[in-house]
């Protein structure tokens, strides 16, 4: 293998060693092609394409997910560095181009996501956003240069994969979990739902979100139910719930819709906390303010969240 990553049957492109890369930040073949927004059939077939040329298995593939072989992790070695460049390159020309700031953003799904990028171009940046279901993945994205500040949560009870090197800031220590039901569910005609009325109920959670399906896991064995589960992302479950078939976790942020209604769990068993992170305290200290007010709006925009923060005996504090 050359300086160029290549063989004598194909010349690696940008985008089979951003493939590669995702697969290995992921450890999914599935949370990769969502990533990079592929069809899961295509990435494998690729993959297989590179593993012939390269002439060696890259990836170990298990139940429990793909790890790099011996040989992987020389690709990836070369190839994460190479694409890192790349993508400062374009940011560079970009910036050049447009006689302004750039900011990679990347984030996991947010109600705050719109407000924060408005005023991030409010402040005379122009923000670029990745969204990704993953927060390790975005962790390690910023990690490897490939974004400048990465809004995340962590599951409770299942910590980050934090890379050596990013700072840090908490944005909420613990942010209360909810519940979506749909609006003629039994359960809705009290402002707190306990577990237990749920039981009965098909549940659906995205066990490609880091943490997830381990902390729902845990809070059914301690309020000692076992409901039915299905495995989906959160747009196929809000469809879902609007017709009666599921209930499912949402943010606090959410708000009620005709046909689909947000409310507290009994005791808020199911918490995450809410970190931005970056290479430098400048990059954090120039994203956060924006990111802080576009989120407390969002939360007075949402009837349940706004009881919450106003009657909670153990209000909400920012980091």
Known sequence: M????????????????????????????????RQLGVAQPSLSTQLRRIEQELGGTLFVRARTGCRPTPLGSLVLSRARPLVAEMRSLVSEARAAATGG???????????????????????GQDPTLHMNVSPNALLR??????????????VEGSPLRIPEGLR???????????????????????????LSDLATDRWM???????????????????????????????????????????????????????MAVRRLQGDPLGVRLLLAARTETDLDGALPALEEAYWESARQAPAYREWLEHEASPLTRG
């Open 205 to 259: 959670i995205d066990p490609t979100v880091d943490g997830e399906w381990d902390a729902v896991q845990r809070m059914f064995r301690t309020a000692g139910i076992n409901p039915h589960v299905l495995h989906g992302d959160y747009h196929t479950a809000a469809a879902l719930v609007a017709t009666g078939e599921v209930v499912t976790v949402c943010q606090p942020t959410a708000v009620s819709h005709p046909d």
């Open 168 to 194: 840090l800031r908490t944005l909420v220590e613990r942010e209360p979990q909810f519940v979506y039901l749909s609006a003629d569910h039994p359960a809705t005609a009290h402002p707190v739902v306990h």
């Open 141 to 154: 994205m910023v990690a490897d240069g490939q974004l400048d500040v990465a809004f995340v949560h962590e």
């Open 101 to 123: 700031p750039e900011l990679r953003v990347g984030s996991t799904a947010s109600k705050a996501l719109a407000g924060w990028l408005r005023r991030l171009r409010a402040r």
């Open 2 to 33: 050359g300086s160029a990553l290549r063989s004598e049957g194909m010349n690696l492109e940008v985008r089979h060693l951003r493939a590669l890369c995702a697969i290995a930040d992921t450890g999914s073949l599935h949370r990769a092609a």
